[in-house]
């Protein structure tokens, strides 16, 4: 199976007296297959494909106080991007299941025999699968956080006083489907009344995860009431805290208070003992 890794780091600093900035960036890319055995004889070019991107930005702003004090602005950007699915289609997912898309790739007669929407099965010696054989997972994952923090440090006779805070606020999208059997009636059906039927698992992206979506909307697609786009997931994290290291001639005494808030911004149970009550 190919792989490929590529990282890029870049630092620099900044005088502005009294202040000092500092800019950092980290970039990671990969691109590799993931490994089946059953597809190992006739479909290794079905393995599954797996893109992965994480990008890095920070700034520290720093300013001496005087020779015993000084405090530090830190804020960063992280943005994680998974995308992971058949090693042929990836995220042409209307291809999956269509017979047209899969002919090159099947062991069939001219005639094209195949049921749309479908997938090769075992072959004869029932170890493998047959020629064209689709792995019908598609996951698509985009995260991006924001996190700022603050942070002064002094050093009073024995007392070194550190006083700090911060959040991080994250944005997350996700979105899993298995795409064969959109392929079933898409010559009658729309593209959204078709997944919409497979049931897909997702956030902050539309129904067929073209765009993303900051808002929940529904529609009725095929006789029900499906989802069409969901809001992201918002999760914040903050935090506090104060610490004093008393230093001694022969003892060292650090003494310190921290305050933690999450918020992961979803649903929860109301009674674990209950969890199919009140609706």
């Known amino acids: 199976n190919s792989s490929e890794v590529w990282r890029f780091t870049a630092r620099t600093q900044h005088s502005f007296d009294p202040f000092t900035l500092r800019l950092g960036a980290n970039i990671n890319t990969r691109k590799f297959r993931s490994y089946i055995h059953s597809y190992a004889k006739n479909n290794s070019f079905h393995n599954p494909r797996i893109e992965r991107e994480n990008y890095s930005f920070s700034a520290r702003l720093s300013q001496n106080l005087s020779s015993n004090s000084f405090w530090n602005l830190n804020a960063g950007y992280k943005v994680y991007e998974n995308e992971q699915g058949d090693g042929v289609w990836f995220n042409d997912l209307e291809s999956y299941g269509d017979t047209t898309a899969n002919f090159p790739y099947l062991n069939v007669g001219p005639s094209g025999e195949g049921i749309q ?17 689709v792995s019908n997972a598609y996951y698509h994952t985009y995260n991006e956080t924001f996190n700022l923090d603050l942070d002064f440090t002094s050093q009073i006779d024995n007392h070194l006083l550190e006083i700090g805070g911060g959040f991080n606020y994250n944005t997350l999208r996700h979105y899993v489907l298995g795409p064969v059997r959109i392929a079933i009636d898409n010559d009658s059906k729309s593209l959204e009344e078709r997944i919409a039927g497979q049931n897909p698992f997702f956030f902050c992206w539309d129904l067929t995860e073209q765009e993303k979506a ?18 992201p997931k918002r999760p914040i994290i903050a935090y506090t805290y104060i610490q004093d290291r008393y230093e001694l001639s022969d003892l060292v005494i650090n003494v310190g208070v921290r305050f933690d808030y999450f918020d992961s911004k979803t649903l929860q ?11």
């Open 214 to 231: 900051n808002s929940d909307e529904s529609k009725f697609l095929g006789g029900i009431d499906a989802p069409v786009s969901v809001e």
């Open 117 to 133: 929407g479908s997938r090769a099965t075992l072959d004869p010696v029932q170890l493998f699968f047959g020629e064209g054989r």
């Open 269 to 279: 149970v109301k009674d674990e003992t209950l969890p199919f009550a009140q609706g």
